[in-house]
């Protein structure tokens, strides 16, 4: 499990193309059948991913996390990320799960193990301090949020699973966002939340085609260039919004201080610089 130190808004403002992917941006998350996990200091935020292939891959103990077993102390969203159904093993129970289908995992559960020879697992964790029971649900389970327009490049449906009205969790906070066919952006306009770290996870994106992702302070902002199978850790202090050359999708995840999906600051777009 690789760490990234948490880091300030003064930092990022020296740092050059380089360093900015190596603190901010996990690659190859979901290209092999070894689980890579990735674990930031913001909010104690980890992920990760795995494609099984014609393999059943454990979640793995990290030394880093000084725990009997992984989620001992934290609790876990999976989202199928590939293009045909897998399965997770919950301590004994098997969930399905089709492409961009969650399974929410709650602290305690011992063994996981995933499998499927068309699917691909994105996983993020947060610390828990609370129980919740394991539980899965689809995308017409999952409460659908429309918003953007063709006019805006940015019509776009979320989809909301994991959150106060939908899975309960202890923090973590997750949902699916896809794109209308011919629309480019995200999150536009863009917000900060002081209170959460997010991570978005883009797949559903061609091999030759890049995600333009922007971070850093509203007023000074960087940019990622993202490829499918990739994510971005977002800092609490960071905008996060981004434009695609093709249509696709992205997970968001939260984890930090509330589970308030509106408690935003947004920035109007003539004021990003």
Not at 220 to 242: D, E, F, K, Y
Request: charged fraction near 20%; aromatic fraction near 8%; include cysteine.
């Amino acid at each position: 499990m690789e760490i990234r130190h948490a880091t300030s808004p003064d930092e990022v403002e020296r740092m050059g193309t380089e360093e900015l992917r190596a603190r901010f941006l996990a690659t190859d998350l979901v290209a092999g059948s070894t689980v890579r996990l990735v674990y930031s200091h913001h909010d104690r935020l980890v992920v990760g991913g795995v494609t099984p292939g014609g393999e059943t891959v454990a979640l793995p103990n990290p030394d880093a996390l000084r725990s009997a077993f992984f989620l001992e102390r934290r609790e876990l969203g999976v989202v199928n990320v590939g293009d045909g159904e897998g399965r997770v093993l919950v301590d004994g129970e098997t969930f399905p799960l089709g492409p961009k289908e969650v399974l929410y995992v709650g602290r305690g559960a011992r063994e996981v193990t995933f499998s499927g020879s068309e699917a691909g697992f994105y996983l993020v964790s947060t610390p828990a301090h609370t129980t919740h029971p394991t539980r899965g649900a689809t995308m017409a389970e999952a409460e659908p949020v429309s918003l953007g327009s063709i006019e805006g490049s940015n019509e776009r449906t979320i989809y909301k699973y994991i959150h106060a009205a939908g899975i309960r969790s202890c923090q973590l906070v997750l949902g699916v966002t896809v794109l209308a066919r011919g629309s480019m952006w995200n999150t536009m306009p863009c917000h900060v939340h002081d209170r959460r770290t997010e991570a978005y996870f883009y797949f559903d994106l061609p091999a030759d085609q890049r995600v333009v992702h922007l971070m850093g302070k509203p007023d000074a902002t960087r940019n990622l260039i993202v490829a499918g199978g990739q994510a971005v850790i977002s800092p609490p202090w960071s905008v996060h919004c981004g434009f695609g050359t093709a249509s696709y999708a992205f997970v968001w995840a939260m984890g930090g201080e509330n589970q308030a999906y509106d408690d935003v600051e947004v920035v109007a777009v003539q004021d990003l610089r």
